[in-house]
């Protein structure tokens, strides 16, 4: 008799004992059955990715939360089938209130969220236009991509690092903050509006098509606290083709 013979014949008796008692045979240990179950434990812990932050309590990490950014990131998951969904929004509204992904912030949003502060620095970290360290008050990027480039970008930027007082090498080579610590000068690659080369974003506002000679202008309107060149701010730009038509009368219809 061979070997195979003799597991199949051991195999058919375990079966018949099973089948005799009415129990099946318990798993051996690192049988398929048990991993299973293991991975079953591992999805209903903490560690799930798949929760949707119902009933999350906040973590407890001694730092005292607004009730107003409390407020709003509590509103931003709640738009979320997983809370983690929410972490960009949320670390954009730390910076909108600081400056920057300040510390402090991203703890109190972690508070809120139920998440460890180091995820949110991760993600932070990542994205180019979040901040781990002070940027000034005011942020100015000049696109350099090729159609900006081909149309003057380098001379724009120039012009905005001599009016704010930036070093030219270190703001082609990932950005810096001015002398005077208020504004942060920065090429960037592509910011996705060729139509207004060479184009620039002015405090996340877009800019454009602009001469070298209007980058003291903006310098001076961001210190002033006035309106920022209104006549090339892509938001009046009017719609393409001329004004808007009027509303098709069937969309009245319905509503």
Not at 5 to 14: H, K, S, V
Request: negative net charge; charged residues 25%.
């Amino acid at each position: 008799m061979s070997r195979n013979d003799g597991a199949d014949e051991e195999t058919d008796e375990q079966e018949q004992t099973a089948d005799e008692s009415g129990e099946a045979p318990v798993p051996e240990q690192g049988t398929a059955a048990e991993h299973e179950q293991a991975g079953e434990e591992v999805a209903g812990g903490s560690g799930s990715t798949g929760d949707d932050g119902a009933g999350q309590p906040e973590l407890d990490m001694g730092v005292p939360v607004p009730d107003d950014l409390r407020a709003e990131v509590e509103r931003l998951m709640a738009l979320y089938p997983q809370k983690r969904s929410a972490s960009i929004p949320a670390l954009h509204e730390i910076q909108r209130r600081d400056g920057w992904c300040t510390p402090e912030g991203i703890e109190q949003v972690a508070t809120v969220m139920g998440v460890d502060p180091a995820y949110l620095e991760s993600v932070a970290s990542f994205y180019d236009l979040f901040h781990l360290e002070p940027r000034g008050q005011h942020r100015v990027l000049v696109c350099t991509n090729i159609s900006c480039w081909m149309r003057g970008a380098d001379e724009l930027l120039d012009s905005f690092c001599e009016a704010a007082g930036a070093d030219r090498e270190a703001a082609g080579h990932g950005g810096i903050l001015n002398e005077a610590g208020d504004i942060f000068v920065s090429g960037f690659e592509c910011l996705g509006a060729c139509d207004i080369a060479p184009m620039a974003s002015v405090d996340e506002r877009y800019f454009g098509p602009l001469e070298g000679s209007e980058a003291a202008s903006v310098i001076e309107q961001l210190r002033s606290g006035s309106e920022v060149i209104p006549e090339k701010a892509l938001a009046r730009r009017p719609a393409a083709g001329g004004p808007e038509p009027e509303p098709d009368p069937r969309v009245a219809e319905v509503e």
